[in-house]
């Protein structure tokens, strides 16, 4: 596999299920963006938001994380609410949405079938996490949306996965002075079934802003 750097994200195709993929959806949808997606955010962020995957007909079709789909409904209105952007929407780029002090991020770049990226495409696309914290020198906060992005920070930072069980409002301290926050995943399904409510994300977001 080549080294982090020696592929530019945009064009990595190391996980071969998800590069076939990718081709077959490009054909059925020639205007979706259908490729790896990058980070969107203010680059000197001092909160990074970690996502799982871009969704078929939202990030994937769109190029920007959680934008088109349900999931960033909850996610950019709250983000809005606690001052982290301009806008309490996120149509698509271009549309003049601005994150301030927050940047947001997937654990697996590229579209999965059925949403479920295999262990071994999680631990594939691990390296690109990794290089984006160790870039992120100014993230002291870290939130994790769901256990898959639990896991793929911890595995990108070398921790130990057992020393940081996953619960939703858990906050963990992580080698380094930064702090890792977990949340459910602001999915339809999570929302609908109310195992995640906006009031239950918010608490997780007033815990941020106290840490901040």
Request: hydrophobic share 40%; charged share 20%.
């Amino acid at each position: 596999m080549p080294p982090v750097g020696a592929v530019p994200l945009a064009e990595c195709r190391a996980c071969v299920r998800l590069a076939g993929f990718l081709d077959e959806v490009r054909q059925r949808h020639p205007s979706y963006h259908a490729r790896p997606v990058e980070a969107f955010g203010d680059p000197r962020a001092s909160l990074l938001v970690v996502g799982l995957a871009p969704g078929m007909h939202g990030a994937n079709r769109s190029g920007r994380p959680f934008t088109g789909d349900f999931a960033g409904l909850l996610l950019y209105e709250t983000l809005h609410r606690f001052g982290f952007s301009n806008h309490a929407e996120s149509f698509a780029p271009g549309d003049g949405l601005e994150l301030k002090r927050c940047r947001i991020t997937n654990a697996v770049k590229c579209l999965p079938p059925a949403n479920k990226p295999l262990p071994d495409e999680i631990r594939t696309c691990n390296r690109h996490l990794a290089a984006e914290l160790a870039a992120a020198t100014d993230a002291r906060i870290i939130l994790a949306l769901g256990r898959v992005a639990h896991a793929a920070v911890l595995m990108a930072m070398e921790a130990k996965a057992s020393a940081f069980p996953f619960a939703h409002g858990a906050r963990h301290s992580l080698p380094g002075s930064r702090v890792l926050f977990d949340s459910y995943h602001c999915s339809r399904y999570n929302t609908q079934t109310r195992r995640l409510t906006a009031d239950g994300f918010r608490d997780v977001f007033r815990a941020i802003l106290r840490e901040l």
